[in-house]
């Protein structure tokens, strides 16, 4: 196994680069980084201070440094240690720049404006644990998602992956016996979408819930047989309602929660084109 030092260096909160070292660590086998990760770097003493820090666990050092001076002054001891460093937005910035034929700038507001995307972040996450699983469904309107789906479907997981990307989503159960409430049916804001899975895939989920509790793992909730009847009673509330549907079978939170984006992201734009 190859082990690597990663320092990450932001003068905001160090989202993007973490989301970038990640996606590109994982492009690569029998990998261990140890992450280093230092945000809010906006001063010359602070920059100095991690610079001993790297000094002692040399590795690769990305950045995003808005500020010239300070990304001059990494850049030329990063060059005095022998250290790779890389600016990780550098290339879609300078492609930008050639095809709007416009130089980039630093604009006073950018930190404010980066500063709303956190706290609307929070506050999308505080929304979606306060509306898990059927919770407050009388301010589901409120939501931008609703997730709905029988049991162990993947709705929480991937309800806090879409709020840690800003978007409040709330979720509902759906159970044979116990009908949502009527407003799921009228929600005008909200995107309601429909999460469902396979029959042996969803038995295989349940039991190892099951087992997990130290309970008995045959019960009715893992009978094949009421496992298909609950789905089939979903999938027929999704088609009822004209609710897209995402198969979580073969899905990862991540790729079901991008799915679940792209839907919202092209319903936004309807709408615009509407109106």
Known sequence: MSRIHLHLLSDSTGETLEN???AAIGAFENVEAVRHFWPMVRSEVHLDRIMEEIAANPGLVLFTLSNHQLRRRLETRCRALGLPHVAALDSVTDALSNILGQETRNRPGRKHILDEAYFARIDAIQFTIA?????????????????AGVSRASKTPTSIYLANRGYKTANIPLVLQSPPPQSLYSLKHPMVVGLTVSPERLVQIRRNRLLSLNQAPETSYVNIDKVQDELAFARRMFADNGWPVIDMTRRSIEEAAAAIINLFNDRVLAEGNDI
Not at 131 to 147: C, K, P, S, T, Y
Request: charged share 35%; net charge negative.
């Open 20 to 22: 970038i070292a990640k």
């Open 131 to 147: 509306h898990d699983d059927g919770v407050g469904h009388e301010n589901w309107e409120e939501a931008d998602i609703v997730l």
